[in-house]
């Protein structure tokens, strides 16, 4: 297996952009040998390195993962609620979210996010609709949502943590994006920063360290660290890799050096292009105004062109690979190793691909998204159906007014359609089809358009 894109047109994750300076990886595979210290019981050089980022990032604890965001989101939710307590949760969450709630039998409570207008893609969880969800909801452990989203945007999370704090619940913040909040002026406050109890970062997604490698952040009293670290012993490798676990370390490291002043590069080309960009073009990045914003993320609205041809063009004609696409945006993901040039090089690739477009053909607004978790509608417990054994599988066809018994996930972004228990709708299911006609890949669809439903249950 051996896929070697170039380095000056990777706008898709990991962060490095193949241009870390890593020393020969099989030297430093090794094992918990003498001096090598042990992820799950870290008293060493492991345990030096914990402190070092916790000093970094500000938090009272942090740990390294070796299976991405996706252990540590799975590890905070199981350490803050048992089997049957509930869990205030953003609809607009990652399928690893989705999976805790699940495996853990916990009650999730949905919060449904607010969405861009324009784009049609889930925004963020507003502070009002929190507030509602604790009052009808009293009981609840706390709360898990992600900001910044996939799109860059984010949640008001310093309020968010204080109505929270005032009932003693705890807010659990998915920054899988969002490690370099930490370095970068004029980006959106780190959730540790604005309160957060327990933060998880992919720093392999815009830092830059290894696929898979990530950091969870715990502070305060209202959390049990213990418990956290628990579970993450339980749910990752007893052979946690050393290559991952050093390029955390490096990939911070690098961010401390060098953050501030390439983040700082990134939100200014990406202002310039906002600016110059003209009205009727066909395909025009999104301006976030004056929000704050997470500007490693550039999402372009393709207008009336599908935006998996725009990323295909991209590829075959300029040699810049996409992070994500779908029938009407495309998405490319600056990090820690993009530079100038390589923007300009989108510039002009963009500009090129409009001259050739015609802009009168550009709706007044983009069709909506296929992402309507609007349309996401909960008939049963995840957690009791994700055991069930009662499933069988038929066809998309046939499936309206069933109970989906597994997630139907458009990849990437990986927010779910559709989650074990949730209602499949006729128009859910047009939604799907159209997603999948568009080319974007369909995780828990079968190549013959079956999926897996609650046997019992029309
Ligand atoms: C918003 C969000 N949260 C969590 C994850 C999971 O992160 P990881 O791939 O590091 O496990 C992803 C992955 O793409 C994500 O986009």
């Known amino acids: 297996m051996m896929i070697k894109p170039e380095p000056s047109g990777r706008f898709h994750m990991p962060g490095h952009k193949g241009r870390g300076d890593f020393p020969n990886l099989y030297e430093l595979d090794i094992t918990e040998i003498p001096g090598a210290d042990n992820l799950h019981d870290a008293r060493e050089i492991i345990d030096q390195v914990e402190k070092k980022l916790a000093l970094i990032y500000q938090s009272d604890d942090s740990a390294i993962l070796v299976n991405g965001s996706t252990v540590g989101l799975q590890s905070a939710i199981l350490a803050v609620c048992q089997p049957g307590e509930q869990l205030l949760v953003g609809l607009n969450c990652h399928r690893s979210v989705f999976g ?55 949640c008001q999370l310093a309020e968010i943590a204080k109505i929270l704090h005032q009932k003693h619940k705890i807010l659990i913040v998915d920054e899988a994006h969002g490690a370099q909040f930490s370095f970068a002026q004029g980006y959106p406050q780190s959730a540790l920063k604005a309160g957060a109890d327990l933060v998880i970062q992919s720093t392999h997604k815009v830092l830059g360290s290894l696929t898979q490698s990530a950091i969870i952040h715990g502070q305060g009293d209202l959390i ?3 418990r956290v670290k628990m579970f ?54 999104y301006d976030p105004g004056d929000k704050p914003y997470d500007y490693s993320k550039w999402l372009f609205s393709t207008g009336s062109v599908n935006g998996c041809q725009v990323e295909k063009r991209l ?33 002009k690739a963009i500009r090129a691909i409009n001259q050739d477009l015609d802009p009168g053909k550009k709706p ?23 055991w069930s054994r009662q499933k069988i599988k038929i066809s998309l066809e046939a499936s309206a007014n069933r109970v989906a018994a597994d997630f139907i996930i458009p990849y990437p972004p990986g927010i779910p359609l ?6 499949i709708t006729e128009t859910l299911i047009k939604q799907i089809r159209k997603l999948c006609q568009a080319g974007v890949a369909m995780v828990g669809l079968d190549s013959d358009e079956k999926l897996l439903v609650l046997e019992d249950r029309i």
């Open 100 to 154: 805790a709630l699940g495996l853990g039998h916990i009650k999730a409570r949905f919060i449904k996010p607010d969405f861009d207008e324009n784009l049609g893609f889930a925004s963020g969880i507003s502070l009002a609709a929190v507030k509602e969800a604790l009052q009808a909801y009293p009981n609840a452990k706390g709360l898990v949502i992600v900001s910044p989203t996939y799109y860059g945007t984010v």
């Open 224 to 226: 049990d660290w213990q």
């Open 232 to 285: 993450l012993a339980v749910l990752q490798s007893s052979s946690p890799s050393y290559p991952l676990m050093i390029s955390v370390e490096e990939a911070t490291d690098r961010a401390c050096q060098k953050g501030a002043e390439v983040f700082e590069m990134i939100k200014k080309e990406h202002q310039d292009f906002c600016r110059n960009q003209p009205d009727d073009a066909m395909i025009s990045l």
């Open 315 to 347: 590829r075959d004609e300029f040699l810049i690979q996409c992070e994500m696409s779908d029938q009407n945006t495309i998405l490319l993901m600056c990090g820690l190793e993009t530079t100038a040039a390589d923007l300009e090089k989108l510039t």
């Open 364 to 386: 007044e607004r983009a069709e909506k998204r296929l992402e309507q978790i609007n349309e996401l509608m909960i008939k049963e417990e995840l957690g009791e159906v994700m």
């Open 418 to 423: 559709l989650v074990p228990g949730s209602l």
